[in-house]
């Protein structure tokens, strides 16, 4: 699981399994965005979920919110290759930010 | 894809140095974010601004860093005397919603080596 004070996480799958990714958050936020970042470049937007919507799916990609547990989960069906990337969740504090979780290793073996 | 074109996509100082680095963001977009991105992938939010007017920063009693985002010009973080603390990567983003609400549209990031 992502945030606080933990260590990034890391995930080694084969291709075609699936994979779940959890992320928890401490204050309160009206929306959970998900990055994913690969090598060299800046993070990209894969899902953005809002607190009035439990799931969320694009593609192979689906996203939770739990807003009582304070809680989110992204999910790749069938990985691929090409979904190696180190993947983060981040959330709207109080104020103008967004504040990002400490990233999940992906990395998916042919 | 994201068009945040930032500037120079490496940087290499010495203690002490200035260091100053440029975001172009999305065209249309009023509101632009700088991110400190260690090497152990943390993010640390380090300013935004609507148009030239900052929102949020954090609390540089160093004041060491300053950024600005004039009209009509690109938006610039500048280091005024950099440390080997400063090693990182350095991402702008830009938004059209100034909260979080909505998507950031990052640029490549400039990786900064402080010798």
């Known amino acids: 699981s992502q945030w606080g004070e933990e260590n990034l996480q890391a995930l080694s799958i084969q291709e075609g399994e699936d994979v779940t990714m959890n992320c928890s958050y401490k204050?309160?936020?009206?929306?959970v965005h998900w990055y994913r970042q690969d090598s060299g470049r800046g993070p990209a937007l894969i899902i953005l979920?809002?607190?009035?919507?439990r799931e969320k799916r694009s593609g192979r990609l689906r996203a939770t919110l739990d807003t009582s547990s304070q809680s989110s989960s992204l999910s790749i069906t069938a990985a691929q290759c090409e979904d190696t990337a180190v993947y983060f969740c981040?959330?709207?504090?109080?104020?103008?930010?967004?504040?990002f979780g400490t990233g999940t290793s992906l990395l998916v073996d042919p | 894809n994201s068009k945040v074109i930032q500037t120079p996509r490496y940087l290499v100082k010495g203690q002490g140095q200035k260091a100053k680095m440029r975001c172009i963001p999305e065209?249309?977009?009023?509101?632009v974010f700088w991110y400190q991105q260690n090497k152990n992938n943390e993010f640390k939010f380090l300013i935004n601004f609507q148009n030239q007017e900052v929102l949020q920063q954090i609390d540089m009693t160093e004041k060491r860093f300053s950024a600005e985002c004039p009209s009509n010009s690109p938006c610039s973080l500048e280091i005024q005397s950099s440390e080997a603390g400063d090693s990182a990567l350095y991402l702008c983003a830009s938004s059209l919603d100034r909260g979080g609400a909505e998507t950031l549209y990052f640029g490549s990031g400039t990786r900064l080596t402080v010798l």
């Open positions: 065209k249309g977009h009023p509101v």
């Open positions: 204050t309160y936020t009206t929306v």
């Open positions: 981040a959330t709207r504090d109080m104020g103008y930010k967004l504040t």
């Open positions: 979920i809002r607190s009035n919507e």
